[in-house]
T-cell receptor, first 116, second 112 residues
Framework: EAQVTQNPRYLITVTGKKLTVTCSQN?????MSWYRQDPGLGLRQIYY???????DKGDVPEGYKVSRKEKRNFPLILESPSPNQTSLYFC???????????????FGPGTRLTVL | SQQGEEDPQALSIQEGENATMNCSYK?????LQWYRQNSGRGLVHLIL?????REKHSGRLRVTLDTSKKSSSLLITASRAADTASYFC????????????FGSGTRLSIRP
């Protein structure tokens, strides 16, 4: 089944404790992206990746890191989480997005993160 | 920065009626997409419309795009209880065409 998976689905952690949220897609998509969703603010893009080893900042990259070493995986790293990073996080992938080609995004189920 | 702003923020209609949601954006775009989200779940893609298109249909969904007014509308005809969800528009940021900006969404409730 074609899908985007995220792990963990729920995480409660404390300020400053490094964490990684994994994202994996099995559709051979080139484009992957991370979003956070906060009440009243919709989704805001954190980072995106056009392809392996190519990443770029979205609207709210501060406090986050990403890497794209393989096409299928796009982990989100919080080196030193803070309470203002408490949010619902979504990973998404698309065959292509940019240049001449735009395709739909497929979203993962979300990761609810609480930073105490 | 938010590119797309949906209007209204919330909409409640009777089952069977049509629902119209609007999205306005600020800069030139290459494409605009509409997504649906059921409470706290992942988003589901509905329709993508390119900047050179004016209208697209998919089942009970009709999307229009007016680039001169920088606006789009999503029409859901003959609404059903299962259409209850939040609806978001998303655009690329023209100057950075692979960046995606979402609006804050319209919460649609269908009354039985």
């Amino acid at each position: 089944e074609a899908q985007v998976t995220q792990n963990p689905r729920y995480l409660i952690t404390v300020t400053g404790k490094k964490l990684t949220v994994t994202c994996s897609q099995n559709m051979n998509h080139e484009y992957m992206s991370w979003y956070r969703q906060d009440p009243g603010l919709g989704l805001r893009q954190i980072y995106y990746s056009m392809n392996v080893e190519v990443t770029d900042k979205g609207d709210v990259p501060e406090g986050y890191k990403v890497s794209r070493k393989e096409k299928r995986n796009f982990p989100l790293i919080l080196e030193s989480p803070s309470p203002n990073q408490t949010s619902l996080y979504f990973c998404a992938s698309s065959l292509n997005f940019g240049g001449e080609t735009y395709n739909e995004q497929f979203f993962g189920p979300g990761t609810r993160l609480t930073v105490l | 920065s938010q590119q797309g702003e949906e209007d209204p923020q919330a909409l409640s209609i009777q089952e069977g009626e049509n629902a119209t949601m609007n999205c306005s954006y600020k800069t030139s775009i290459n494409n605009l997409q509409w997504y649906r989200q059921n409470s706290g779940r992942g988003l589901v893609h509905l329709i993508l419309i390119r900047s050179n298109e004016r209208e697209k249909h998919s089942g009970r969904l009709r999307v229009t795009l007016d680039t001169s007014k920088k606006s789009s509308s999503l029409l859901i005809t003959a609404s059903r209880a299962a259409d209850t969800a939040s609806y978001f528009c998303a655009t690329d940021a023209y100057s950075s065409a692979s960046k995606i900006i979402f609006g804050s969404g319209t919460r649609l409730s269908i009354r039985p």
